[in-house]
């Protein structure tokens, strides 16, 4: 049986419950910090946050922490959590 979430960060990024987002936030390494900051402005942009320039700039910025994060076997690896119930 799947388990329902709590909601979602970024449109994409799951949280189990309300004490979630705290275990992610005293979890923080700069893999997280890479992969949490591509999936905000991902969602920014499909929200029509940015302008045409502004997006273009954003795209860049995101090829190129994905060419980095690539080259050196960074991924994001959600913090080990087991709800409090």
């Excluded at 909601?7 to 390494?29: A, R, T």
């Amino acid at each position: 049986m799947e388990e329902e979430l709590f909601g979602k960060i970024f449109g994409n990024v799951p949280l189990v419950d309300e004490y979630h987002l705290d275990v992610i936030l005293q979890n923080m390494n700069e893999s997280n910090a890479i992969y949490l900051l591509i999936q905000a402005a991902k969602h920014a942009y499909h929200s029509g946050v940015y302008s045409i320039g502004e997006v273009e700039v954003l795209s860049k910025c995101i090829r190129t922490l994905n060419k980095k994060t690539e080259d050196s076997n960074v991924n994001y690896e959600p913090p080990q959590y087991d709800p409090p119930f």
